[in-house]
T-cell receptor, first 112, second 112 residues
């Protein structure tokens, strides 16, 4: 059974510092991995989708890497801003089946 | 473009009551999902569907039922509400397996 873990569960950084968020998964047979942002009381907003054949994806200040063999993905957010404060979740889509399995999320606070 | 629309946004149920959470998407997506998110936790899959007329159980299906009579709609039914079903429910959809998933804004359900 696929298990997805995000450590740490919470992170606090001063504004301007780079953020590094980790996601690990136990079964490397994945189809793709997606990073989401969730603001308090809101739904999930898709940030980046990485296919299993890709090593990284970039969008603005966001960069996500994927190392399938070691079961890891990292989301980098450059020059963090208070508006980046949110919970970040990763989810893997397994190669066999159609399910998305989520990690528990990392709650980020960027202090002005 | 409405995306994924969930109704209602909030609901309080008494133990033993029943209700249907509505989910509709206007993107002609084949795949639809229902998740629940408990406080401070990640998302757990309740049911999913790969197309009209096809549904399958996820991780935590007990106490819930779904149907998929059209591509657009994927309602989730609670027959006998229990306090353990107090949660935030999210509906999601995707077009095909290697595309990103889009989420609704969620339904916050309290069973008292």
């Amino acid at each position: 059974k696929q298990e997805v873990t995000q450590i740490p569960a919470a992170l606090s950084v001063p504004e301007g510092e780079n953020l590094v968020l980790n996601c690990s998964f136990t079964d490397s047979a994945i189809y793709n991995l997606q990073w989401f942002r969730q603001d308090p009381g809101k739904g999930l907003t898709s940030l980046l989708l990485i296919q299993s054949s890709q090593r990284e994806q970039t969008s603005g200040r966001l960069n996500a890497s994927l190392d399938k063999s070691s079961g890891r993905s990292t989301l980098y957010i450059a020059a963090s801003q208070p508006g980046d404060s949110a919970t970040y979740l990763c989810a893997v889509r397994e190669a066999a089946g159609n399910k998305l399995t989520f990690g528990g999320g990392t709650r980020v606070l960027v202090k002005p | 473009n409405a995306g994924v629309t969930q109704t209602p946004k909030f609901r309080i149920l008494k133990i033993g009551q029943s209700m249907t959470l509505q989910c509709a998407q206007d993107m002609n997506h084949n795949y639809m999902y229902w998740y629940r998110q408990d406080p401070g936790m990640g998302l757990k899959l309740i049911y999913y569907s790969v197309g009209a007329g096809i549904t399958d159980k996820g991780e935590v299906p007990n106490g819930y039922n779904v149907s998929r009579s059209t591509t657009e709609d994927f309602p989730l039914r609670l027959e006998l509400a229990a306090p353990s079903q107090t949660s935030v429910y999210f509906c999601a959809s995707r077009w095909v397996t290697d595309t990103e998933a889009f989420f609704g804004q969620g339904t916050r359900l309290t069973v008292v």
